[in-house]
């Protein structure tokens, strides 16, 4: 096909194959139907950041307090004291957790004090009143003032034997656990049918006789004391008495029974420290025994 579009001179329309006059450009057509949308293409790169950061803006109203939460269990608390020497500093430490907690303390001695001066005395009261100890005095110096009742009316010949040692003086001791520690009682009371030996008194008569004593003493450290009478090496039944006694805290020891001795039965008071070597003080012993029969 050929086309003539006005300016080929050498152009032949008659020719056989057909041949067509290209006219004047018509007016443009109406848009087609737009194509298949493309792949996107890569993406750029990034641009320049933009400015520097503003500043901070104001700190904004605190909110309304949430509500309390459930009360924990209570935790489990025990505590502990040990005594230090006095150059150790007084102290606490805890120890445990998860709940449970042990107040340990370190507590410093305090400083040894003075030693008092105690003297005693005794006063005979009326039958049936009882038995007092009156404390006099003050700062080093104390006295000990007995009331001790008087005893029934004996029968009409009176006590047929009876006798009594005691000691006013302090006399200190040391303690053995092995051995009691025989008490000083060097002066002597009334007596009949009995004989006062060097701290004891032996029994002359075969019979059922009272034996009666009362005791002062302290220790230097904390722990307990016993105190008895004893019958030869032998403790007498029902006269025993054992005391916790503080560090330096005097306490009074007093022992009676009945029971029957025979002659040349030898009647003394001993005492014993729960410690061995433990030291202490008697600040006044006394001793008496009665027959009844």
């Known amino acids: 096909m050929n086309i003539f579009n006005g300016n080929n ?9 057909p041949c067509f006059i290209l006219g004047p450009t018509g007016p443009t057509g ?22 520097p ?10 909110g309304a307090t949430g509500p309390t939460g459930p009360t924990g269990p209570a935790p489990t608390i025990t505590a502990s004291a040990e005594a230090v020497t006095a150059e150790q500093p007084a102290a ?35 039958s049936g009143t009882d038995a007092q100890v009156q404390v006099q005095g003050g700062g080093d110096n104390y006295q000990l003032i007995f009331s001790i009742p008087q005893g029934p009316t004996g029968p009409a010949n009176g006590l047929n034997a009876f006798g009594g040692l005691y000691s006013s003086g302090q006399q200190s001791f040391t303690s053995s656990t092995s051995a009691p520690t025989q008490i000083t009682i060097g002066q002597t009371m009334a007596e009949t049918n ?37 019958n030869d090496d032998q403790d007498v039944s029902g006269t ?8 330096g805290k ?10 029957t001795l025979e002659n040349g ?20 012993a006394s001793l008496i025994v009665k027959k009844l029969d």
């Open 92 to 126: 606490v430490e805890v120890t445990g957790g998860n709940g449970t907690y042990n107040l340990e303390f370190s507590i410093p001695a305090g400083p040894t004090g003075a030693m008092p001066n105690i003297t005693a005395s005794a006063l005979t009261t009326a």
């Open 194 to 230: 009995v004989t006062i030996d060097t701290n004891a008194i032996t029994i002359d008569e075969d019979g059922s006789y009272e034996i009666t004593y009362n005791v002062i003493a302290e220790l230097t450290n904390e722990g307990e004391l016993t105190i008895s009478a004893r």
């Open 53 to 62: 950061i503003g500043p901070t803006g104001p700190t904004g109203a605190t």
């Open 240 to 247: 025993t008495q054992k005391l916790s006694l503080a560090s």
């Open 9 to 17: 001179e050498n152009f032949d329309c008659h020719r056989k194959t």
């Open 250 to 259: 005097a306490q009074t020891f007093v022992g009676r029974t009945i029971v």
């Open 265 to 284: 039965d030898s009647i003394s008071l001993a005492l014993s420290a729960s410690t061995d070597q433990a030291t202490g003080n008697v600040n006044y």
């Open 30 to 51: 109406p848009t087609g139907i737009a194509g298949i949308e493309g792949a996107t293409g890569p993406t750029g790169p990034t641009g320049p950041s933009g400015g």
